[in-house]
């Protein structure tokens, strides 16, 4: 009974999040939200064993992560504004991607992506992780979260060690890591796949303004 309760207030939790966003932004709820509440046992049913789906909202000033395995649904309010996502994302990428930071001032580029790598696993995976007895992830990203890679997350903070860069603890190492636009295109997708395969592939490369 405890748990069927405590089931019911998340879902009603849920419920008022999507509510008020639908509210507030209704063409971004349109475009990734929705029919989600509806259709989270759905989304269950079709995650693999030790899998968990995570899907980012970035709102004006905070930021939202459902996370979905096949038993779990968890909706987290991160600790993190959207000022403050934004400013590390940016000095990740700085750290992953500034050729002459990273030839010419190794050290500094060295000191700023172990700090934060594992910045956003901390504030922006943790969280979710935690207890969780998951393999594979799903990542469906929100504004600046798909300028960086997750798979270069660090799992521990080794600011204050020397480690060559092969040695890290990179999310990696950890987790088989994948990413989405939304859980209802992933579902359609996923559903999809087996009926139609042409075995072709596209590719393209992604090109950021600065932030």
């Not at 779990?72 to 590390?88: A, D, Q």
């Not at 500034?98 to 922006?124: E, G, H, M, P």
């Amino acid at each position: 009974a405890k748990i069927i309760s405590e089931e019911n207030a998340l879902n009603q939790e849920i419920e008022t999040f999507l509510q008020n966003l639908k509210e507030k932004y209704p063409r971004y709820h349109q475009l990734k939200y929705e029919n989600i509440t509806a259709k989270v046992s759905e989304v269950q049913g079709l995650l693999a064993p030790k899998t968990m789906l995570l899907e980012y909202f970035v709102s004006d000033t905070m930021v939202y992560l459902f996370a979905i395995t096949p038993k779990t649904v968890k909706l987290l309010e991160l600790n993190v504004s959207r000022l403050g996502l934004y400013k590390e994302v940016k000095r990740l990428r700085l750290a992953l991607s500034n050729y002459d930071l990273i030839t010419n001032r190794s050290k500094k580029a060295y000191q700023i992506y172990t700090q934060k790598a594992y910045w956003c696993y901390a504030n922006l995976l943790a969280p979710a992780l935690e207890g969780a007895e998951v393999e594979n992830l799903i990542v469906v990203a929100d504004a600046v979260l798909g300028q960086i890679p997750f798979e270069v997350f660090l799992r521990e903070d080794i600011q204050q060690k020397k480690i060559a860069y092969e040695k890290m603890p990179y999310l990696l190492k950890e987790y088989t890591i994948s990413y989405n636009y939304s859980a209802t295109l992933w579902k359609e997708n996923l559903k999809t796949k087996a009926q139609t395969n042409n075995h072709k592939l596209l590719a393209c490369a992604a090109s950021y303004t600065t932030l």
